[in-house]
């Protein structure tokens, strides 16, 4: 039986949360609202067996440097370094990767003319490891699921289009269902939702915006991925532009899949969204 | 003639002009994604700028901290985010100073400021 997607996860990647695990704080109460929405999230991933998460994400300048900027990067390694960002190693493992199954996402988004930089060795850091935190915990055994992770530009710009976005999860979707080997794969876009960290407009955030994305990601995510990134960034802060990222998780699932769980919380400078689906 | 991003009021939109006015600090960021380079910045800022090539009026920025002043002259905010780290300054710290607010103000204005 080939490969299939079972689920896809729309979440944000808020750094801070990285030393909230570290130093256990999931419980205090600034922290306990998100950490409690993602209890029925892990039950319900628990229940869906998946075998690989695909993680697209935006490196903060840890692994890329913009001497050279890839527009898209796919890992294609069997394992992902734990990138420090500047603030000094995470005590977290290496996390897994699967070569083969990234070698033929490769071969098959590159036929669909998704020309990727391909990276072999790849360090990783929040973009990808505070969603890994959130829905995939590791254990002294490591982390629960091999991962692929992949890299999307949204920082320099020019940026690719949120439709761009949108059609890569599409043409991510034909390739995991090619795949011969029979992997459950879990999709999960991450970054935003509204937030702004420069210049006088810092702080800012649009929680009426937030709302209506996450509703029009369920409902209508064709006409979402008609919006420009300066729209985003007017309604919703500057660096709210990886929201583009959740329409390639979007872009992976079909068009009627099934919402099981949304959740909001804006405590500080960023809305923290979740949403997730069921294939 | 490219397309520009078109601009947004008190914003800064990092595109590919300010990233290459801003290359040469981005590129001693980048730098301090490393323990031991962040213990050679720390030991001689001065020295430390030098080997990366920065301007005088770069330097200067970094010596007064002038977290609105290094955006301004291309200093992408995630590589701010590791000159914040390396001389004490926070995110939220930096964000007060670019909006003209001590830190206390600038928390005032949170929802829920013990989330940090």
New interface residues.
Partial sequence: MPSRIVAGIGLSHVPSVGPAVDRKREQDPAWKPLFDAYVPVREWLAKLKPDVAIVVYNDHVAEFGFDKYPTFALGAAERYAIADEGFGMRPLPEVPGDADFSIHLCERLVDAEFDLTVCQEMGVEHGFLVPMNLCFPHTTSGWPVKTVPLQVNVVQHPLPTARRCYRLGQALRDAVSSYPQDLNVVVLGTGGMSHQLQGKRFGFMNEKFDHWFLDELEKNPESLASLSHHKIMEEAGAEAVELIMWLTMRGALSPKAKRRHRHYYAPMTTGMGLITFED | M??P??E?????????RL?RRG?RM??M??A????RE?EAFKRDEEGFMARFGLTETEKDLIRKRDF?GL?DAGM???????IG??TGNS??RM??Q???ETYEQ?LA????????
């Fill in positions: 490219g397309i991003v078109k947004i009021p008190d914003t800064s939109i990092f595109d590919l990233s290359a981005n590129r960021c980048s301090l994604c490393s323990a962040r609105k955006i992408n905010i995630y590589a701010m985010l590791k780290s390396a995110l939220y964000g007060a670019m909006r003209g600038f204005t949170r929802n829920i400021k013990d989330a940090v």
